[in-house]
Structure formats: C-alpha cells, structure tokens
C-alpha cells in the first residue's frame, strides 16, 4: 500500500491536481517530460488567459508557487513515466530515470496539443505565407506587445481569424468542436484592436460558441466597444494576391461569395490529444476514445474516473475543456484520487 | 472548530459534494428544501440525460444510494439555512427548523430554474396556447414515454424548438447563454424521432453550441440518423391559425422571413439562479453576480471560493453548467472545503 498520488503532466491540471492532492493531506508526486512547470499556457506563448484577462505567466507562475509551498508534494521534470504495474492502492509506477515510485493512485493530465495546420490538407497554406498564422503565433506577438505583419514588419490594417481549423471536420478525422477556440479568437481580437486602434478585425465562423458568461464576458464586448466584425462563413481558401493576403469563401448570412483582402490571418487552430495523452493510454492501460483523448468511464455524473481502478485523468486530456473545466476536473480528481487511497488505507468502505 | 461541512442543495451538485465530503473523511450534512434528495433533473421531471440518454430517475436515485451509503453523510430534507455566523473553520449554520449547526465550511448548491417564459413578454403565448410547451414540459411528456399534442391528444405531425428563450436576451436582463439548451433540445428531437417516427423535428436557433463532443454525441446524429432539420433562424412570435400553431420568424440563412405550421412548439428555456441560488447571498454574506448566481472569487484558476473564505459554490449555482461541469465543480469544492478544514485542524500551513 501507498499514500502517494502521482500526476502525470505538468500543466494546469496537474499543478492543480498535485496542489489539491498535498491540501488533502497526502503526498502528491509531480511528473513532467519538460524542463519546467507550467504547460501548454507557457510553452505555447499564451499572453492573456480566456475570459479574465490575466497575464498567463504570471497566473501559472502563482500556481507554480502555491504548489511549491506544500512540503507534501514532490515535483520531478525532465520525466516521463514508461510503465505501470500492480493495482489501485499499491500501484509500480517506472520513470524514463529508471526509478520506479510507488503510488496508491495516478492522475493523467496530460492535456493538449493545438492542431497543426499543415497536417494532412495545406487549404490554408500556413506553411507556406509568412501572413498566415495560428492563435498560438499571435499570442507570442500580443505576449511582447507588438502586432506586426511579419512580412512587413508593419502593423496590420486588417486582420481575420478562420474558425474551426481542425475541429468539427470529419475529413481529418478530427470531429469534435475544441470548445475554447471561439473564445480565444474574440479575447485576441480585443487585444489586437487595443493594440492597434487603427487594425480592422474580422472573425469568420461556423456557429459562436461563446457559452455562459462568454457571451458577455467576451462576445458583446468585442462587437459593441471594440467593433470585431463576426462574419457567419466558411472560409475554404486562403491565397496571396500582390503583397496581401485574399480569404475565400462563402457568407452563409448573405448567401454569397466572399472574397476579401487581409493583411494577417489567423487560425484558430483546435485540440487535439498531446502526444502524452496519446500515449498514456498504452502506458497506463487505460482506454482512450476513438480520438485518441483519455475515455471518462462513467460520465456525466463520474467526469475523472477512467477504465483502469485506480487511474483518474483530468483537464484536456479528456478532451477541449476550457481553463474553468479543467481547473474544476483536476480538483474533482485529486478528490477521488485521495478518496480512494484513503479507503485503502483505512480498510472502510 | 467544526469537521462538519454543510452542503446546502440537494440536486446533482449537492449530492455528489456531500458524498465526496464523506470519501475524503469529514462528516457532511447535507439541507435540502424539499421533501426528497434529486433536485432539478427529479423535480422537473427529466427523461433521459444529456448527452449519455441515462434515465434520469435512475441516475438519480443511484447516486442518492451512494451518498446514504456513506455513514459519514447526513441528510436533512424540508430544511432551509436561514442564518450564517462565525468563520472559516467554525461556522454556525442557523436552519428553519430553528437548530443549529456548527461547520467548519459551507458549500452552496443550490442550483439553477429554468426561465419562466411568461415573464415579462408573452411574445411565445406560453400562457395562451396549450400546444407551447418548456423542455421541461416535454422532459414529462418523454418520460411517461407518450408524446402527444395537448389540444388534440394524437402524436404530432411537426414538432419545433426555439432556442434562447430567457438566453442571450438583454430586453429581459438575461444576457448569458445558458449552455445546454442546444443539446438538451437536440437530445429531445432525437427521442421524439424515435417515438413518433413520422413526425418532423425542427431547430430554430442562433447559434448551434454543441460544443466539444456534443458535436458528435448529439448534433451529428440528430441531423444523419434522426433528420432533424436546423434552421438558423430568429423566432419573433407564435401564432395560432385554425387548429394548428404558426410560426413566424426570419430565416437568417436564406435571408427571408419564415412562417412554418407546427403542431407543438417547444420553448428552450434557459437557467435562471433559483429562488435558493438568489437568497444564498444574502443568507451567508457571500456576492452574487450581477445577474443573482453566486459570483465565484477567482476564476478562472478557482472555480468553486466565493467571496467569504470558508464557503464554496459548485454546480448550476454559479452559472449556466451542464452536468460534466456540475459533478465537477461539486467534486472541486468537496476538496477544497475538506482541505480548509484540514488546515484548521492540524494547525498547518
């Protein structure tokens, strides 16, 4: 029998999912394949966190902080976990350092990585027009504070965001809505009309998935003070013309044609499962669903279990979730996690 | 000093709170104000839930023999809290029945209503027409498995829904989106195709929020399997003409006005803060949001701290949630009371 908790990934969820197991009164054990805690937010440049605002590197680094403070829990970098053995409460669990910890329970949450917009169909071609940028390129610009064309080098005068760029297409396998991406691209079109008052800013879309409070928080604010254009269409081409950039498409709204001039056109690129979600579910024998994502065994009314006792998975691990549903997952799995090493150790229930 | 955590709600939220409570091996006490455990998915009759088709009484009621499972939990029905006093760690709860509790913290889940579609504008006739019906109403009408016309006691032939009734409508104050309407409405076309196979189900909405796999769980088969017809379309009044229902709107996608004959109308009513969520603030000292939910104090990084240290929020009380973020959230806030419980008790950190 052990009292540990490993968590595996070193992103929100597990910070959270670690910090939550240490306040529950057992040790929490932290393991991330990087250098340093922190995540996709900080690995992947993120300026301002949806819907609030924060500085991301300030937010994570608090976190980091907190869970730093608590003698119970042990964070291991440079790590990844290679194997898992035994059973709920007594659980092996291998490192790639060749060591191997013991642990009562284990929570996966390792998270997502953004779509890369040059797999499989080049419609966009990202990899081939400096202009064409993903939500991940603009937040390292809006992180320094400099919106910049980047074959220019100037300001752009106009700019657009393609929503739905490896999400909710079935020709690249990749089915499911990514849930935030609607709300990420208004949060970035506020920001760059901040920073550039002059910068007209357009968001072509399928549906607005600006659920809740988004619909206040983010929504009606970029369109009624900062005047983001939302545009119901389909873009399916994006080709360059002279020194600019032309999106092609169809307005749905209007029934028509769209053609229209850009300087920098960013693509809200979807999530899809990291490759260490990917491979956990190998790892720990665990069932992933048909996308590759970690499966929830019991859901709606069980959100963090998965198909192995003993083994809970949080965050976007088990698919798009937003900051708010992966803060409130991890917490939810260190809860059950400790729960269940507690009855272990107590030999009730 | 209290071990006891009080939960306030007896719904999803509430129940899962408590029993997590109970795992992580603190007492709970658990005041609900009607006379049975369940909450809203009981009370409002609920078929099936979303987006899994669980029976919802047996979901109820399994979860409920969980929580009396737990010698830890205890439950108090046809109990309100009507005072709060003291602090973090040695609370008193006042109750109607005029006892007291001493609890070391509190967690509200005292969830959401759904908007009353007579209020303020009648625009929808629910009050006139017989044959306009809530999602709740056809949630009954689903779970006696028989869906009939009101007026005329057959099946119906054309069935709609309109999406955003007491959502993402300034004119009333109710600004949010309410998140689940779209699903739970393509959850409810979905079984209506199954039942009455000849009757054709339509969706009038604004924007189709199906966000993460509710794009595959529900919108994708609705709309294959089931031929449910979506129509993007704003519907500004329902009218009766001879024996059947019209109505009327403009179809934003064929930019035209629409005007379709139905024989049932369904309203999709959004969430509202209940009558419990509106007193809480008050009753425990903790600020609401501008529109009556409970506001929680640090999101997105904290989803369940309210404003008074020692009381947490989870579930529909803090805002539009399905029932993922609900056992969630519950689940978030069940950690973070024990912690802070902890805390006290061992006089650490």
Not at 29 to 40: A, K, M, P, S, V
Not at 79 to 100: I, K, P, R
Not at 334 to 343: D, E, I, Y
Request: proline share 5%; charged share 20%.
């Amino acid at each position: 029998m052990s009292e540990s908790v490993v968590v595996i990934g070193g992103g929100p969820a597990g910070i959270e999912a670690a910090r939550g197991v240490a306040d529950l009164g057992l040790p929490s054990i932290l393991i991330e394949q990087r250098e340093r805690l922190g995540g996709t937010p900080i690995f992947a440049n993120y300026a301002a966190l949806t819907p609030y605002f924060e500085d991301a590197e300030q937010a994570m680094d608090a976190m980091i902080a907190e869970l730093n403070a608590r003698p119970l829990a042990e964070v291991r970098t440079n790590t990844t976990v290679t194997g898992l053995s035994g059973e709920a409460g007594a659980f092996t669990v291998e490192l790639s350092t060749g060591e191997s910890l013991e642990a009562g329970a284990v929570i996966v949450a390792t998270g997502f990585d953004h779509f890369d917009p040059g797999r499989e169909r080049q419609i966009y071609n990202y990899y081939q027009y400096p202009d064409v940028l993903t939500l991940q390129d603009l937040e390292a610009q809006l992180k320094a504070h400099e919106v910049l064309v980047p074959s220019t080098g100037k300001p752009p005068e106009r700019i657009c965001w393609v929503q739905c760029v490896g999400s909710r297409d079935r020709n690249i396998g990749n089915e499911w809505c990514s849930k935030v991406c609607c709300g990420i691209a208004s949060k970035q079109a506020i920001e760059v009309r901040e920073m550039v008052p002059g910068c007209r800013a357009y968001i072509f879309y399928i549906d607005m998935r600006m659920y809740g409070y988004w619909e206040t928080q983010l929504y009606w604010p970029a369109q009624e003070k900062h005047h983001v254009q939302y545009i119901k269409g389909i873009i399916t081409e994006v080709l360059e013309r002279g020194d600019r950039l032309v999106v092609r498409g169809e307005d749905t709204t209007m029934g028509r044609p769209l053609e229209v001039p850009m300087d920098m056109v960013i693509l809200s690129v979807g999530m899809e499962p990291s490759a260490g979600t990917k491979s956990m579910a190998g790892v720990l024998g665990i069932e992933p669903n048909r996308y590759g994502f970690i499966e929830a065994a019991k859901p709606p009314l069980d959100t963090v279990s998965t198909s192995r006792t003993g083994v809970f998975a949080c965050g976007a691990a088990l698919g798009p979730a937003d900051l708010e549903d992966t803060i409130s997952s991890a917490g939810a799995a260190a809860g059950k996690a400790v729960a269940l090493v507690r009855r272990g150790t107590l030999q009730t229930v």
